[in-house]
């Protein structure tokens, strides 16, 4: 079974912090995702990448930043953390071509305060 | 016009019942398609992928009509579990360096009453 771990269910944070969240995936999957998922807007993709140190803008990257050193992790970076991306962050991986299927991590539960 | 667009529901069901969503998509160039399930506050978990032969898993059948350009989702003998959002998903086909996104609806809620 595919396995992506997100490194924390749940995360309070200051607004101004920088906040790190951690993906990591067991597959060897190409390609790797961040989306936050908030009510009555579905889930909305923040940055993707699909390589080693390749990252591409999804429709909402302002105010993040993403880090793909290393195939298996993808981190989502908040520079500056603000109360509006109060949200749940879903990470997710993809073998290879667009025809595959993602598979998602547990999510994180963010709050800004 | 939404790239993807689904009834947000909820339908609401006894169990026992045969229920279907349907879902739409405009880009009529799009490759692949999913249904993936959805449980409250949970990450989405792949259902099934849709083929255009039309696929069945057990209980659950999806069918993809590309003339109409929808995507269809039956659940038979419906289970008090089956209670979820279910999101159906669409990988377009455009330019190289967007091939791997997947478009997601934002979901029909289902509720299975006893």
């Known amino acids: 079974d595919v396995k992506v771990t997100q490194s924390s269910r749940y995360l309070v944070k200051r607004t101004g912090e920088k906040v790190f969240l951690e993906c990591v995936q067991d597959m060897d999957h190409e390609n790797m995702f961040w989306y936050r998922q908030d009510p009555g807007l579905g889930l909305r993709l923040i940055y993707f990448?699909?390589?080693?140190?390749?990252?591409e803008k999804g429709d909402i990257p302002e105010g993040y930043s993403v880090s793909r050193e290393k195939k298996e992790r993808f981190s989502l970076i908040l520079e500056s953390a603000s109360t509006n991306q109060t949200s749940m962050y879903l990470c997710?991986?993809?073998?290879?071509?667009?025809?595959?299927?993602?598979?998602f991590g547990d999510g994180t539960r963010l709050s800004i305060l | 016009r939404k790239e993807v667009e689904q009834d947000p529901g909820p339908f609401n069901v006894p169990e026992g019942a045969t229920v279907a969503f349907n879902c739409t998509y405009s880009n009529s160039a799009s490759q692949s398609f999913f249904w993936y399930r959805q449980d409250c506050r949970k990450e989405p978990k792949l259902l099934m992928s849709v083929y255009s032969s039309g696929n069945e898993d057990g209980r659950f059948t999806a069918q993809l009509n590309r003339a109409s350009q929808y995507i269809s989702l039956l659940i038979r003998d419906s289970k008090l579990s089956d209670s979820a959002t279910y999101l159906c998903?669409?990988?377009?086909?455009?330019?190289?360096?967007?091939?791997?996104?997947?478009?997601f609806g934002s979901g029909t809620r289902l509720l299975v009453r006893p």
């Open positions: 998903v669409v990988t377009p086909f455009v330019r190289m360096d967007s091939s791997y996104k997947l478009i």
């Open positions: 990448s699909y390589d080693v140190k390749m990252k």
């Open positions: 997710a991986s993809s073998f290879g071509y667009s025809n595959q299927p993602q598979h």
